[in-house]
């Protein structure tokens, strides 16, 4: 027991040599998801009703950022599917997958729960009361903006109820705060319902339902700033609260007791998330499993680390949703399906085997 | 001196908890809290490492209440080990460690050699890339001591550190404390083992700290069946003793 403690430096490395190979092994996942990323989003551009080339995708977007650099090797529709649909799409995917993946990871540790996503606190049920409003009330559906706006200001209203209600004298509680948005969840589900009940039009009715089943297909250029920014400084500031997120999931009295303002940054961590999800919710419908099963697949390449986990996280939920919109469009052609349900099909049998490979039991029972 | 409590008292969902609680824990001092289950030893414990705020009286750590402190500045001054043991997630016992480094700015590898040197401090040797999860109970005591170390306060606070363990782990958690040489205040359940491993020990009974002073003068048969209703006996039985090699 009373170890040679004059040694101790030396063997410091010797001790964490595990680490320099976590750290190479860290690496190489990131590059290798990247790949897949950019792979993904390349098959994405090409494959459709009209296929485009592989090379020739490369063109088309070679020749629109710096116009005369490639042979024209393409036609004038070829160029309009990609350039206007496809890419565009593509993109949305990219950074819809990321976000949902990276605001359940944080949910995950902000409520010390599992079995958090992004559709816990009822943001993305006040979300799509808006979009139903203004779908069933036909104000417009074109170019898909007032859809967005309604849908990010039902979420916005949203956020505030369930803030007013989980929090007592300015402080939020993991349990206070998963009930509150339980119960708006319902609330909102129950009024969008009622609308659509007493919605005249079938064909509303339908667009509906397919919008709060998540897909992309409004894709336009004009929806990519927002969500794109929202989750560079999303990111960025969660990268920059690691060490505070993995004390955070170390349970609240450890993270005080670790120098962290607990109350400050479940505040601060309630907001960004809320936003961020009323952001992607606005453009793209209310996708399932991708914020619930992606972080969980990320721990388990990468352990719970916040550092690794939220980059890893983000990779892989832009490359799955990726994969899912191809899937999406491409089974039933010239059908879309509705994104909500190739995640399941993919999400349900992953989460059984998490279900059976890990005692869950013990972890849910905290909130 | 390290800690001053003075006339600290708590309130839990407004039911007063603590009353006009006051102790004293000076350098290099380890001081052990006893009481009754329900007295308000960790509601005291929690209030000086601030995870509650008291309703009167002031805590001091280095002359310095600590609830005016900015949070990263009293958890360099304070660390605690308690009971309560991170959830299922599968943070490396090396990561758990690290996290001690949370009040200080970041310094990669001399922030490594520093949890290296606390887990051999501890007797972790090779556990840094284990799973904290699939520690033993004793392992996972070790770990969490390790990165109250890295944390570099000159206060410890250990609330209930040995409940989970056996008897010789009780007692190797215990000697590893003491042999640390930090100002450490502990709530400990087993008075014979508090008598043993402090210099001096506070009783607690209905939120009150009764008596202070050194074990012997304040553990007195007439204490013992006031605050805990027990008769106490002196009398010859089992004496545990740490062996000095496994």
């Known amino acids: 027991m009373t170890g040679d403690t004059r040694r101790a430096p030396a063997q410091a490395t010797s001790i964490f040599k595990g680490r320099a190979g976590t750290e190479r092994r860290f690496g190489l996942l990131v590059g290798a998801l990247a790949v897949a990323v950019v792979a993904s989003t390349w098959l994405a551009v090409s494959i459709g009703a009209i296929p485009v080339a592989l090379p020739q995708t490369w063109g088309i977007v070679a020749d629109r950022l710096v116009p005369g650099l490639v042979p024209r090797t ?6 309009q599917i990609v350039w206007d649909f496809r890419l565009p799409r593509a993109l949305l995917a990219l950074l819809v997958g990321a976000g949902l993946a990276v605001v359940g990871a944080v949910l995950q540790a902000l409520v010390r729960n599992p079995l958090a996503d992004p559709f816990l606190l009822g943001i993305s049920s006040g979300a799509s009361f808006g979009a139903v409003l203004v779908l069933i009330l036909g104000i417009s559906t074109l170019g898909g903006l007032p859809l967005s706006a309604a849908a990010f200001a039902g979420s916005l209203l949203a956020l505030g109820l369930v ?10 509680t993991p349990s206070r705060l998963v009930l509150a948005g339980v119960a708006l969840a319902y609330l909102f589900q129950a009024l969008y319902s009622f609308v659509l009940q007493q919605a005249q039009s079938g064909r509303a009715a339908q667009q509906v339902l397919f919008w ?16 794109a920014v929202a989750l560079a400084g999303g990111l960025a500031y969660l990268l920059l609260q690691h060490r505070r997120l993995n004390a955070l999931s170390a349970g609240e009295e450890t993270a005080v007791s670790l120098g962290v303002n607990v109350h400050r940054l479940r505040l601060t961590l309630f907001v960004l998330t809320s936003l961020l999800v009323g952001v992607l919710v606005a453009t793209s419908g209310a996708i ?5 099963i ?17 980059p890893v996280t983000a990779l892989l939920g832009a490359a799955f949703l990726q994969l899912v919109d191809i899937a999406a469009r491409t089974v039933n052609a010239p ?26 039991d013990r972890a849910v029972t905290v909130a | 001196m390290r800690l001053d409590l003075s006339g600290v008292s708590v309130r839990l969902d407004d039911r007063p908890i603590v009353h006009e609680a006051g102790l004293r824990v000076d ?6 809290l006893v009481g009754p289950n329900g007295c308000g030893k960790s509601t005291l414990m929690r209030t000086i490492y601030r995870a509650l705020r008291p309703s009167a009286g002031l805590i001091t750590v280095d002359g310095d209440d600590v609830h005016g402190l900015s949070w990263r500045e009293s958890a360099r001054r304070t660390a605690v080990v308690a009971q309560e043991t991170p959830a299922e997630l599968d943070f490396t016992v090396g990561e758990v460690v690290l996290m001690g480094r949370t009040p200080y700015r970041l310094e990669g590898q001399a922030d490594a050699e520093r949890c290296a040197r606390a887990l051999e401090r501890v007797g972790l040797t090779d556990g840094a890339d284990r799973v904290y999860a699939t520690l033993s109970g004793g392992e996972k005591q070790r770990a969490l001591i390790a990165r109250a170390l890295v944390q570099e306060t000159r206060l410890l606070l250990l609330d209930e550190p040995t409940s989970h363990l056996d008897v010789r782990h009780q007692l190797e958690i215990l000697h590893l404390v003491r042999e640390l040489g930090v100002a450490t205040l502990a709530v400990l359940h087993d008075l014979n083992q508090a008598a043993a491993f402090c210099d001096r020990l506070y009783v607690m009974s209905a939120g009150r700290v009764l008596a202070g002073g050194p074990p012997g003068q304040v553990l007195t048969p007439e204490l013992i069946s006031e605050v805990y209703g027990v008769r106490a ?11 000095e090699e496994r």
Do not use: C, K, N
């Open chain 1, 294 to 310: 992606v972080p969980h697949a990320a721990r388990l390449l990468v352990g719970a680390d916040h550092r690794r986990v939220l």
């Open chain 1, 212 to 227: 709060l089943m998540g897909s992309l297909g409004g894709a336009r250029w004009e929806m990519l700033p927002l969500p």
């Open chain 2, 27 to 32: 350098d290099g001092e380890f001081v052990a």
């Open chain 1, 335 to 360: 059908q879309e399906l509705a994104l909500s349900i190739v995640t399941a099909l993919f999400g349900v049998p992953f989460f059984l085997w998490l279900l059976r490979r890990r005692s869950v």
């Open chain 2, 233 to 243: 006996v002196r009398r010859t039985q089992l004496v545990f003793e740490r062996l």
């Open chain 1, 288 to 292: 399932a499993f991708v914020g619930l």
């Open chain 1, 163 to 172: 803030y007013a209600l989980a929090q007592r004298s300015g402080r939020i």
């Open chain 1, 74 to 79: 393409w036609t004038p529709v070829q160029e």
